[in-house]
């Protein structure tokens, strides 16, 4: 599975149609990773629970590879998505299959 096919077609059309505005997007979040005291895998474990409370699916498989690649298990993939449970209720659970599904592909 190619890197461009894990993001989501809205984020494929903002690459496409406005390469201007994705370059500097794409600064500003290097730009903010490098702020972090977070390492790697935790900050993406964190992001992949902020995907899942905002009902951002699109972005899930993306995250979750990348989680994987830095030595996520599936386990913690599955405690990402529902660590948002108790504040923002069931909705997470809809990102449960999306994440899974991305970390058991290839």
């Known amino acids: 599975m190619s ?20 370059k500097i997007w794409m600064e500003t979040v290097q730009k903010l990773g490098t702020a972090s005291n ?12 902020v995907l899942a409370s905002a009902r951002l699916e699109g ?12 030595g996520a298990t599936r386990e913690e993939i599955i405690s990402a998505v529902l660590v948002g449970l108790p504040a923002v209720g069931n909705v997470v659970i809809q ?9 058991d592909s290839e």
């Open 3 to 22: 890197e461009k096919s894990l993001l989501s077609n809205a984020f494929q059309t903002f690459i496409k149609e406005a390469p201007e505005h994705q």
């Open 38 to 49: 977070l390492d790697s895998k935790t900050e993406e474990l964190a992001y992949i629970a």
């Open 59 to 70: 972005g899930l498989p993306f995250h979750v590879k990348h989680a994987k690649s830095l």
């Open 95 to 103: 990102a449960l299959p999306v994440a899974l599904n991305a970390f």
